[in-house]
């Protein structure tokens, strides 16, 4: 069954994550997997485990208590974010696995464009030269996946000062248009995204929506 990728571009944080819960409670087995692609205005979300001292100094922009695993982070215009609403058993994957596979999929995006990614064993994203470029927070219910990895490519990095982003005290962040001379067009960058996730992660090649395929409700 081939995913189905919605580009829904600029959104409220709080009505996607509500939409993924919506999504993801009221889909069946037969329900395709979708893959969400978007931005959101300036928010520092709390994961389920966020320990209120990694939240420094929020001043005007607001913090919301989520329900992904993980600790404090920053979303902003300019991130690219990727959620993968996902049946793992029917896709044969573990959290692992899953964890895995959104990480390697940003590492060999990155390799395409030179730049040189790893991921860490103690602590989820990926990082160039020390420096993270990706973060990641994840939601498993009724064997179902969502929330998930958010990219760095041209934004304001200055938010991320205010907390510990993921509970990492001084932890430097990065994103693409520090790494490279020209950035690629934002579809293409996508484009490429996307199937980097669907072969790290053993998925059929996704099907592409229009950009105004709303509302997001499971078929």
């Given amino acids: 069954m081939n995913p189905l990728v919605r580009p829904l571009g ?27 692609l978007v931005e959101h205005p300036s928010v520092f979300t709390q994961g389920l485990n966020g320990h209120p001292s990694h939240l420094l100094t929020p001043g005007d922009i607001p913090v919301v208590q989520t329900d992904r695993g993980g600790q404090v982070t920053y979303h902003g215009p300019g991130q690219f974010i990727l959620y ?18 959104l990480e390697q999929s940003v590492i060999d995006l990155l390799k395409g464009y030179g730049i040189e990614a790893v991921a860490r064993p103690d602590a989820p994203g990926v990082y160039v030269a020390g420096a993270k470029i990706a973060s990641l927070g994840l939601k498993v219910r009724r064997g179902c ?25 001084a932890q430097p962040m990065t994103q693409l248009a520090e790494l490279l001379e020209a950035l690629p ?27 105004d395929a709303v509302p997001i409700s499971p078929a």
């Fill in 10 to 36: 600029l959104q409220p944080y709080e009505a996607i994550w509500q939409a993924m819960r919506r999504f993801t409670d009221r889909r069946t087995p037969q329900t395709p997997d979708e893959l969400w």
């Fill in 84 to 101: 993968p609403l996902l049946d793992l058993k029917r896709n044969g994957l573990t959290v692992r696995a899953l964890v895995h596979g």
């Fill in 145 to 169: 996946s969502y929330h998930g990895i958010a990219l760095n490519v041209d934004m304001d990095l200055a938010p991320f000062k205010r907390i510990n982003p993921c509970g990492l005290r």
């Fill in 185 to 211: 067009a934002r579809e293409t960058l996508w484009q490429e995204w996307v199937s980097h996730v669907c072969h790290t992660l053993g998925l059929p090649s996704a099907h592409w929506l229009a950009d």
